[in-house]
């Protein structure tokens, strides 16, 4: 019985446990408006072309191809990194957040 009750203590505490943060470093930023046209040479797409497409939403490309789109607060914080950097194209990011499916909720994003 005591084995049983420990069992059960140690499941709920994973089940509890917050997961953690998944990083993703020096990976392209694309609006989802150009996906479908920048995907195959994402670094070629340019800063003023994600700006104006930022109504869309930003995300990521993974190494795997896989495209992370940004929840509001990381579209946000997109948004305000790519309004400080002087990049014109070759926009690449490190992105701390946690993967829900396709969708990335954002902790932190810098520019690389």
Known sequence: MARYALSVVVIAILIS???????????????AMCLSKVKDDPDAHTKS??????ASGFGILTSEGDYLKF?????QKAQAALKQTDKKDHLRVTVEGDREGDNLKVKTISMD
């Not at 953690?20 to 990976?27: D, G, L």
């Not at 072309?49 to 930022?54: I, K, V």
């Not at 929840?71 to 579209?75: F, K, M, Q, R």
């Open 17 to 31: 446990a917050p997961l953690a943060a998944e990083t993703w470093k020096n990976v392209p930023i694309v609006d």
């Open 49 to 54: 072309c994600l700006m104006s497409c930022a």
């Open 71 to 75: 929840d509001e607060e990381g579209n």
